[in-house]
């Protein structure tokens, strides 16, 4: 008999009683829900990126290459690694041409050149496939295209997210995008740059992942 | 009184760790200082005591739920990390956990391992294993780093150094890691923690990791952290084994957010953490990083002792956000190293008689005032108080040869026991106890000086000369 069965067996010798009562989880999201209008979910979203150090741009959806090629050189950033496979990716390759910001393409396998992206890369540009207003929350689905470490190694992560993406909370956008019908590889929620407390409880950025976290806020221009 | 000396359970240590700590002032005002902050950030996270209420009730019926069908959860999250290409394997004990760890690592000739924090892993010892199989296991959570750098275990369950402070740090950076000048700058320190572990993010070729929340319907696992030395460790190497307690399983998917929330809002009073590393898959074709093999270890080491009994159940329920010892008077005087145990406070003093048996652990249950702070503050609404009551009748009670508990009756003494039930007789009946204290007054020269544990802190109980009823009765 393996382990596992061993273990099984002890839970299941032990008589069942009736399981207590379901949790309604959508019960107590919809008794708390907000009446708020998809500005003010942006707003909020907004202030609490803020609130724990992101910068957060809110932009023309028309526009954003400009704003990035404006922060990359504030910043003095002089490469920014892209998924060319995107379309906001090659947007950022072709709108920052002749820039002098040399655009870098994850179009490899990491084995093949792990040692550049920890030492070389300064930044790296993905969207966020949704946001969270709650908390202030990025939700990145990583996937061949826009890898997972794009948004983890490289000190300056810079995020497009769509004003029209926001949900109000952790539980609706799973509800709302569907999230049990399919999940990737890996999911992730950002809400902040790297930080750690750990060295008697102050509060240090930049731990193990990026520094600055820059978020691009897009919406449709006035 | 009796002049027979009472008789006290070796605590193999306990106390006198627990009045080292107690002596020592600067610990003291440390641990109140990290504790006071904790507590403050909480508070800060539930200003509507309604909302509290009815998220940890959700909380509560979520963990109740998952864990009344256990058995059959378990094997939905077999099955569905099967099906996505994760590798189940299954631990009764903390031995073989560490066997199986480290035969994943033989496999593939790992030699170097990075670790995200986990606190299972801390359970099994498994650093201990790894380097006697001649596995560098490198933890790279920055407290977890310091630690292993002054060889030292966690205090804390969530913020492992807690005990330390930055000019020890700084004099442990400086003496351990070459290069390295001392300084006090808290960036800097991490700046520097940062630079020596990202090589060794670099150069691993296995990542361990805990789990938080391991979800039955869609066969994923869930992680909760701040650096993102979690997300390296397991999307870095080309292999990731993450280990976590059979107890860990959720049903769904949407009962994640609310555990998610009463989890970082207790722990670290944070709304919600910088990363939530959610993982359902080993890199898939096409797939640029990230592990090509995932495994993940359940272990039991003593769980299903209390998944057993009803009432003691609920101790699965935890999640493990540690608000429990920031709101503890015991755990604030003494620390966390004083347990002994790896899961230190309130939480500690309920699961560890499980996973070590009672006889090791048979001072801990009464390491507690029952001043009902942990289980006020409890996420998932943890009765712990009166868990600890009834610990404390497991330890003391008669041993019984079908005991349900490992250890049970540890600490019994026939003597005690004798003891305690005259009194309980005298004082239950009127005219026995005129009796007694009749005698005990007048005898009371008798009392002996020395009473066992009351008078190693404090002066011996003497009865009055005279009764307070005798007193009275002269008032009239």
Redesign the interface.
């Known amino acids: 008999m ?3 069965d ?3 067996q ?5 008589q ?2 009736e ?8 019960h ?2 919809a ?2 829900a907000r009446n708020e209008s998809a500005d003010g979910r942006a707003r909020r979203f907004a202030a ?1 990126m803020e609130g ?1 150090r992101a910068e957060v741009h809110r932009v023309d959806r028309h526009n954003w290459v400009e704003k990035l090629r404006e922060i990359l050189a504030a910043k003095s950033i002089g490469n920014l690694l892209i998924a060319p496979d995107t379309a906001h990716g090659s947007a950022a390759r072709d709108g920052l041409a002749n820039s002098g910001i040399a655009c870098l393409a ?6 093949a050149w ?2 550049e992206l ?1 030492h070389h890369v300064q930044a790296s540009l993905t969207a966020a496939r949704s946001a969270i207003a ?4 990025l939700v990145l689905w990583p ?2 295209h826009e ?3 794009m948004s ?2 490289p000190p300056v992560h810079f995020v497009l997210v769509d004003a029209a993406h926001i949900h109000a ?3 609706d956008a ?2 709302a995008e569907n ?2 019908a399919g ?20 509060l ?7 520094k600055e976290l820059v978020v691009l806020l897009l919406e449709d221009a006035p | 009184m009796s002049r027979q000396p009472l008789h006290y359970i070796p605590t193999t240590g306990f106390r006198e760790r627990s009045k080292a700590v107690v002596e020592d002032d600067f610990l003291q005002k440390s641990f109140r200082g990290a504790m006071d902050f904790l507590m403050a950030k909480r508070a800060a996270q539930f200003p509507d005591g309604n909302e509290f209420e009815s998220l940890r009730r959700l909380g509560e019926q979520i963990r109740r739920n998952s864990l009344d069908k256990l058995p059959a959860l378990l094997t939905q999250l077999e099955a569905n990390l099967v099906r996505n290409g994760i590798q189940v394997h299954w631990a009764e004990t903390p031995e073989e956990a560490n066997r199986i760890i480290l035969a994943i690592c033989e496999k593939h000739g790992a030699k170097r391992m990075v670790k995200g924090k986990s606190m299972v892993s801390e359970e099994i010892e498994f650093n201990h294993a790894a380097e006697a199989a001649g596995v560098e296991a490198i933890e790279t959570d920055m407290g977890e780093y310091i630690l292993q750098l002054a060889g030292e275990k966690p205090s804390h369950i969530i913020m492992p150094a807690i005990h330390k402070t930055k000019a020890q740090i700084a004099r442990l950076f400086e003496e351990k890691i070459p290069g390295v000048a001392y300084t006090e700058d808290v960036d800097a320190l991490i700046q520097i923690g940062r630079r020596v572990l990202r090589q060794k993010f670099l150069e691993a070729d296995i990542g361990l990791s805990g789990v938080n929340f391991a979800v039955a319907e869609t066969g994923t696992l869930c992680l909760v952290e701040n650096e993102g030395n979690g997300r390296l460790s397991t999307t870095v190497p080309k292999v990731h084994v993450a280990i976590t307690g059979i107890e860990k399983v959720i049903e769904k998917l949407e009962h994640v957010p609310p555990l998610l929330s009463l989890l970082t809002r207790s722990a670290t009073g944070q709304n919600i953490t910088t990363y939530f590393n959610i993982i359902s898959r080993p890199r898939q074709p096409g797939e640029k990083d990230g592990p090509e093999e995932v495994h993940l270890v359940l272990l039991d080491n003593g769980r299903t002792q209390p998944f057993a009994d009803e009432e003691l159940r609920q101790t699965l329920q935890c999640i493990r956000c540690g608000a429990c010892m920031n709101h503890c008077p015991v755990y604030t005087h003494i620390g966390g190293h004083a347990y002994g145990t790896t899961y230190p406070g309130p939480i500690g003093e309920i699961i560890s008689p499980h996973l070590l048996g009672l006889e090791a652990t048979a001072a801990l249950p009464s390491a507690s005032s029952l001043c009902g702070a942990c289980g006020d503050v409890c996420p998932v609404n943890i009765p712990i108080p009166d868990l600890l009551v009834r610990l404390r009748t497991e330890v003391y009670s008669e041993p019984c040869p079908d005991a349900r508990l490992k250890g049970q009756g540890a600490g019994y003494s026939p003597w005690m026991t004798a003891i305690w039930r005259a009194w309980a007789a005298i004082y239950g009946h009127p005219a026995l106890y005129r009796v007694y204290s009749w005698l005990a007054s007048r005898l009371n020269w008798l009392t002996p000086a020395r009473q066992a544990g009351w008078t190693s802190v404090r002066t011996p109980l003497t009865p009055a000369p005279r009764r307070l009823r005798d007193l009275l009765k002269e008032k009239r």
């Open positions: 393996s382990a596992r061993r273990i099984l002890r839970l299941t010798a032990v069942a009683k399981p207590s009562p379901a949790p309604e989880p959508e107590w999201y008794s708390r609490m724990a994850y179009d490899r396998p990491i084995e792990k040692p920890f709650e908390t202030g929350t996937d061949a890898p997972r470490l983890l190694v909370t952790f539980f799973l509800r999230w049990a999940m990737p590889t890996n999911a992730l929620l950002i809400s902040s740059p790297s930080k750690t407390a750990d060295i008697q409880q102050t240090a950025y930049g731990a193990h992942g990026p």
